[in-house]
């Protein structure tokens, strides 16, 4: 079974500052990895994903993640956040690339950006 | 990206009735649809992969009978709540993909009231 583990279920971080919003998950098979941002009552967007290849993986709005096998952490990052990144953040596994099996889902963390 | 659309976007029904929720992929054929279930602050739950034409295949823990979803053709799966209740109140996200490594797009969500 797999399972995504989202340490931090609030990270308030000053605007400029770095964001550093942590992932780690457990499967049985190579994973796919991906965050999505959901704003208040919103779906979700997709920031970025990890499928094969290169373990840092570049998304929209500036954010990255480096898959790390040995750690099985895919932490999110961004150089310098901004008051629009606001928002909820869930990091989630897929066994299959997401097409064919539903996505489990960490609890997700709030990012919080002060002024 | 592609586009999934949800609708209605919120609805308030009486304890008993039956609700009906509608996905549709808009630029796109999906092969799999999905249907999420997210409670306050939590993250999204799976309850049911449907692929076109075929039953749906229920999570662990989701009845059946009450949560009916049918999926006819490649762009559009319904949700119905049948005779639901107020703990049934709670943000349904739906997802589609279109083949089986395709990636999920996801809908805005329908926020559910059970008075």
């Known amino acids: 079974a797999q399972s995504v583990t989202q340490l931090g279920s609030h990270v308030s971080v000053s605007e400029g500052a770095l964001v550093l919003l942590r992932c780690n998950y457990s499967?049985?098979?190579?994973?796919?990895l991906f965050w999505y941002v959901q704003y208040p009552n919103q779906g979700l967007q997709l920031l970025l994903k990890?499928?094969?290849?290169?373990?840092l993986v570049k998304g929209i709005n500036g954010f990255e993640a480096e898959f790390k096998k040995s750690e099985t952490s895919f932490h999110l990052t961004k150089p310098s956040a901004h008051m629009s990144d606001a928002a909820e953040y869930f990091c989630?596994?897929?066994?299959?690339?997401?097409?064919?099996?539903?996505?489990?889902f960490g609890k997700g963390t709030h990012l919080i950006i002060q002024p | 990206g592609a586009v999934v659309s949800q609708h209605p976007s919120r609805v308030i029904c009486k304890s008993g009735t039956s609700v009906k929720i509608e996905c549709r992929s808009l630029?796109?054929?999906?092969?799999?649809m999905f249907w999420y279930r997210q409670f306050p602050k939590q993250s999204l739950m799976l309850m049911a992969t449907?692929?076109?034409?075929?039953?749906?295949?229920?999570e662990q823990g989701v009845e059946k009978d009450k949560f009916l979803i049918n999926h006819a053709s490649l762009t559009l799966s319904t949700l119905t709540v049948t005779s639901a209740h107020p703990e049934d109140s709670s943000f349904y996200i739906c997802?589609?993909?279109?083949?089986?490594?395709?990636?999920?797009?996801f809908g805005p969500g329908t926020r559910l009231t059970v008075l």
């Open positions: 989630a596994v897929s066994d299959t690339g997401g097409g064919a099996d539903g996505l489990t």
């Open positions: 499967s049985s098979v190579p994973p796919y």
């Open positions: 990890y499928t094969t290849g290169a373990t």
């Open positions: 630029d796109f054929q999906a092969t799999t």
């Open positions: 449907s692929n076109e034409g075929s039953k749906a295949t229920y």
């Open positions: 997802s589609g993909a279109q083949g089986s490594i395709g990636e999920q797009f």
